[in-house]
């Protein structure tokens, strides 16, 4: 499995010290959003709400990949992957999350290997068209 | 030739094409499991792809059951008093009441919120 990054994925972001506050949480926008869209159209969110979801879900993230990351320990696994992280959901009460991420884990396989056969095929094609796609299915995304 | 159908799934799902499929930014969610633990060593390509999706689905159940607390105090604007609510009403977000309470602490200028919470195990 590819890591994100390549070999900076081997850095542990916890030996420089002192964490960015700004990459300790997702972006407000982003995650204002996401709770609007769920909301009925008059409904309002306060600064604060978003500021207290921005460190909830930090939270949770932290929560779901410890248990993962010991799963990986006693498996004398190194690498966390999307499987760990559905078991982690279902293990600490999360199951309503761990079956649809499950469905999205597979789907997300599937366009993978489909990918990488057009890939093949378009070997000769030029380099913007594969940019593109990688651009769509790898995008780390841009916060407003 | 490409199957359309294949990316629909995928790339209809995000909130807008700037992020993609994806609504909330795959690199800053890696940068949070690097930092759960020293124990993480490595991460696939997929899991921040999960973490993602499973986010949406925490943030939309959290500001449901927010907004439910909102509503029961007749208001209209979703305050943080209502997550810290809803954390506290809901079992599975137990691992927040710990974050959410010193939230209110620190608001409140250091008073201390005693909540007797007693959580009953019924598996």
Not at chain 1, 105 to 111: N, Q
Not at chain 1, 125 to 144: A, I, Q, T
Not at chain 2, 36 to 46: L, R
Not at chain 2, 86 to 104: K, M, Y
Request: proline share 3%; net charge neutral.
């Amino acid at each position: 499995m590819e890591d994100i990054g390549g070999s900076s994925s081997n850095d542990n972001n916890n030996n420089g010290g002192i964490i960015k506050e700004q990459d300790r949480l997702l972006p407000i926008a982003n995650v204002g959003r996401l709770m609007k869209r769920i909301l009925p159209q008059n409904a309002k969110i306060s600064k604060e709400a978003k500021e207290t979801m921005q460190e909830c879900v930090s939270e949770f993230i932290s929560f779901v990949t410890s248990e993962a990351s010991e799963k990986c320990r006693k498996e004398r696994r190194k690498t966390v992957n999307g499987d760990d992280i559905c078991w982690a959901l279902a293990t600490l009460g999360f199951d309503n999350y761990a079956e649809p991420m499950r469905r999205y884990l597979h789907r997300y396989r599937e366009v993978e290997v489909d990918h990488n056969k057009v890939n093949l095929q378009e070997k000769g094609n030029s380099p913007e068209e594969k940019d593109d796609e990688l651009f769509k299915l790898s995008n780390r995304g841009v916060g407003l | 030739m490409r199957q359309a159908g294949a990316y629909s799934g995928l790339l209809c799902g995000g909130v807008s094409g700037r992020t993609g499929p994806h609504s909330l930014p795959l690199a800053r969610i890696k940068k949070i499991m690097k930092n759960s633990g020293e124990d993480v060593k490595m991460i696939s390509g997929e899991a921040p792809i999960i973490f993602s999706k499973a986010c949406e689905l925490f943030i939309e159940e959290l500001t449901r059951r927010s907004w439910i607390m909102a509503i029961q105090g007749k208001r209209r604007t979703l305050h943080k008093e209502d997550l810290a609510s809803a954390v506290i009403a809901t079992d599975i977000f137990d691992f927040l009441i710990t974050l959410v309470s010193s939230s209110e602490s620190h608001a409140v200028g250091g008073a201390t919120n005693v909540m007797e919470v007693e959580t009953i195990d019924c598996s």
